[in-house]
């Protein structure tokens, strides 16, 4: 019997964690379609800005409120995942609360976890009243509208359930151990401290050790397997933040925030045109690349970077962004969030082709009109307000300039006015249409 | 003021075999924008009284390409870039002050992997420095005791991470300086970056200029200070479009300095 819940304990995390995997790494091959980008540059300054950022959570606390929530739910998660180490070896070697023999030190991490969890579940509450109650304006957009707010949802109820069940869980087993119950009760004395789930214990008056056992055992289970689900659930969901975020803050632009990247390609056709002894007419040579001319910008995910691709991954959706858009508070379409959120969308779907055929055919969509529209890309200001917002380092803007990049030099798409100021800007060297010979009238001028 | 502003140009410095301490990047809005000239022309005249020795490209200078390179026409950029860095390079300019912060973060960061290496400086920064060296004096003067709040422009603030020499030149005038509930890096766009200056808004139920206006008025300022030639056109309209242009001024920092010293 014994060996038996073991084998039975080794599959669940097994599959748990092999299926896990095997998400992920569609995830990999699906930010790998991206171009390749080169932030291998001043790692010391990446690592610094990770550890401030990503770990220490800095930018998070600008928005007080939800930000120290936020730090606790994030500690939480981390402190009492110490706890599944133990669940893991007791699963599998069929021990119970094998960590005991660490004595005090035991005691006190116990009862850290216990607070720890006991806070983090009321910090779910007020992030559900937050989301479903309040009228945060980041919360109530229409881009969250349907799956994305259920989703969000999911994972708080899915938190609370998690927390409850880690209560039962060491609830019953003091509970157990106060009666003396075969396999509970150490030598030691009592094992764990539990200064929250005590006042569970009169929960139990009058239920029998062995009924109290299997509330024990259930809650036990349920806590492994919900943890299982939750970490196979994080790629159905927003939430892969929780371990994207590392990463993607290690590879976010460090350059300042008013600095767009050049196009090499562009430059390359500059020199061409501007080099009095380039032959026109000369035959490219040939150098193995394929001979179809480079994209200029972006109409599909592919056409975007590697990070930018992981960035639409990162995105848990907070809104932070939105909120801060200039765009977006003045009530046009744009919102920075539903730029991260298509091209996540659009990256899945691209990869669901790739699973299903092998490799990316045409499906007569892309990234451009079929999920951003031109008018979401017009409405921005390249105020950078979106890149400043985000606590995790997402940079919406290079997504709007690539797609920008796409629509005005590939489909000479710009907006008509625009066109002409950039015609103005070709002919006389400033977006009106003013003589360039008259640049300097104005010191003539009183 | 009959007399006419001195303003050297680089072809009169090369023609004399000299070089100027710093180039005067005055950019299309300080070159043409009938607003935007009067800072100009202000910041001229504290260049003159710090005995500044400047000089400016005058018809040789041409659009940095920000807005085309902000709107996606990364060609016409590139092709902007390469005249201009051909221009300061064969007058082997090394340092660089502009009163646009647009100019000043297209320079300053995006020349420099196109073959343009210069040091670029805000005009407020350059200001600033100025009084450290002790070359120019600030007093309060007619602003002394006003209440005046500082907008942030995009590309100085958020963009470059300058937020305090403005500021500190404000205070150096002795205003009451009051800060908008979004300031600095949480600071609201004008609405006038990215191209927007030269297209109608997409259909929304309100202009960002008044918006960020209303912001503004929140902390009731007799003048709003700015420090790009953009920036002042937006909030200017944005004042008038709230009827508060007479309660409110809209002023270049570089205009209250020239003016506090009745330049």
Redo the contacts between chains.
């Keep these: 019997m014994e060996l038996i819940t073991q084998l039975i304990f080794l599959i669940v995390l097994v599959a748990g964690i092999a299926f896990f995997t095997y998400n992920i790494r569609k995830v990999i091959r699906n930010i790998k379609l991206g171009r390749k980008v080169d932030r291998s540059n001043n790692s010391g300054e990446r690592w610094a800005k990770m550890g401030r950022i990503a770990i220490g959570q800095s930018k998070m606390v600008?928005k007080p409120v939800s930000g120290i929530l936020h730090i606790i739910v994030y500690v939480g998660f981390i402190i009492i995942n110490i706890e599944v180490l133990e669940i893991i070896i007791d699963g599998i070697f069929g021990t119970h609360r094998i960590l005991s023999f660490l004595g005090g030190f035991y005691n006190f991490l116990i009862g850290s976890f216990e607070i720890l969890a006991f806070l983090v579940f009321v910090g779910v509450i007020i992030f559900w009243i937050r989301r479903n109650v309040t009228n945060i304006y980041r919360f109530i957009g229409n881009d969250l509208k349907g799956w994305p707010k259920n989703d969000a949802n999911y994972i708080l109820y899915f938190e609370m359930v998690l927390m409850i069940l880690f209560l039962l869980m060491n609830a019953t087993d003091y509970q157990l151990q106060l009666n003396n119950a075969i396999g509970y009760v150490k030598e030691a004395g009592i094992a764990g401290s539990f200064p929250v789930s005590q006042y569970l214990l009169p929960l139990f008056e009058g239920i029998s050790t062995a009924s109290l056992i299997i509330v024990e055992r259930t809650a036990w289970w349920l806590h492994v397997i919900g943890i299982l689900i939750f970490l196979n659930y994080l790629y159905y969901s927003k939430h892969l933040h929780i371990l994207l975020a590392f990463p993607n803050v290690f590879l976010s632009k460090l350059?300042?925030?008013?600095?767009?990247d050049?196009?090499q390609s562009?430059?390359n056709?500059?020199?061409l045109?501007?080099d009095p002894d380039a032959n026109p007419y000369e035959t490219p040579v040939e150098d193995g690349e394929t001979d179809v001319p480079e994209k200029?910008?972006a109409s599909d995910v592919m056409d975007l970077n590697q990070v930018q691709l992981l960035n639409s991954y990162t995105c848990t959706e907070c809104g932070r962004c939105t909120a801060?858009c200039?765009?977006n508070?003045?009530?046009?379409?744009?919102s920075p969030r539903k730029i991260m959120m298509d091209t996540r969308d659009r990256l899945e779907e691209v990869g669901e082709i790739i699973n299903k055929k092998g490799k990316f055919e045409d499906d007569g969509k892309q990234l451009l009109d079929d999920y951003i529209l031109r008018?979401e890309l017009?409405?921005?200001?390249?105020?950078?307000?979106c890149?400043?917002a985000c606590p995790v380092g997402i940079d919406p803007l290079s997504i709007i300039?690539d797609?920008?990049?796409?629509?005005?030099?590939e489909q000479s798409a710009?907006?008509?006015?625009?066109a002409?100021?950039?015609t103005n800007?070709?002919n006389n060297?400033?977006?009106?249409p003013?003589n360039?010979?008259?640049?300097?009238?104005?010191?003539?001028?009183? | 003021?009959?007399e006419?502003?001195k303003?050297p140009?680089m072809a009169e410095y090369m023609a004399e075999g000299k070089k100027p301490e710093v180039l005067f990047w005055?950019g299309?809005m300080?070159?043409?924008d009938d607003r935007a000239?009067k800072v100009?022309?202000a910041f001229?005249k504290l260049l003159h009284e710090a005995k500044v020795d400047f000089a400016?490209l005058?018809?040789e200078?041409?659009?940095t390409?920000d807005?085309?390179?902000?709107?996606?026409?990364?060609?016409?950029f590139?092709?902007?870039a390469?005249t201009n860095i051909e221009v300061l390079n064969g007058y082997e300019i090394k340092k660089v002050v502009t009163a646009c912060p647009h100019c000043f973060?297209t320079i300053k960061?995006?020349y420099p992997?196109?073959g343009g290496n210069y040091e670029v400086m805000h005009h407020t920064t350059f200001l600033k420095s100025l009084l450290e060296e002790g070359r120019l004096t600030v007093q309060g003067g007619k602003f002394k005791g006003k209440r005046i709040t500082f907008h942030d422009p995009?590309?100085l603030g958020?963009?470059?991470?300058i937020y305090e020499a403005p500021r500190d030149l404000l205070r150096k005038l002795e205003v009451e300086l009051v800060e908008m509930r979004k300031c600095k890096?949480?600071a609201?766009?004008c609405?006038?970056?990215?191209?927007?200056?030269?297209?109608?808004?997409?259909?929304?139920?309100?202009?960002?200029n008044?918006?960020?206006t209303e912001q503004a008025m929140e902390v009731k300022p007799e003048i709003i200070a700015a420090g790009c030639p953009f920036c002042s056109t937006m909030m200017t309209d944005g004042v008038k479009g709230k009827d508060q242009e007479g309660e409110i001024e809209i002023m270049d920092v570089a205009e209250m300095i020239a003016n506090a010293h009745d330049l």
Excluded: H
Excluded at chain 1, 403 to 409: D, H, I, N, Q
Excluded at chain 1, 436 to 446: F, I, P, S, V
Excluded at chain 2, 191 to 208: H, R, S
């Design positions: 600008k350059s300042p925030k008013g600095e767009f050049n196009l562009v430059t056709e500059v020199k045109m501007m200029f910008g801060e200039p765009a508070l003045t009530g046009k379409k744009l008018e017009w409405a921005c200001t390249t105020c950078n307000a890149v400043e300039l797609m920008r990049r796409y629509l005005v030099m710009a907006p008509n006015e625009l002409i100021s950039m800007i070709e060297g400033a977006p009106w003013y360039q010979m008259d640049r300097l009238n104005w010191a003539k001028e009183n | 003021m009959a006419a502003l303003v140009t005055v299309c300080g070159s043409f000239k100009t022309k001229v400016v005058g018809t200078e041409s659009c390409g807005p085309a390179k902000r709107a996606g026409n990364e060609f016409l590139q092709m902007q390469a973060n960061n995006e992997a196109l995009c590309y958020r963009g470059n991470n890096q949480n609201l766009c609405g006038a970056g990215g191209g927007q200056m030269f297209k109608d808004a997409e259909p929304g139920n309100k202009e960002v008044i918006k960020r």
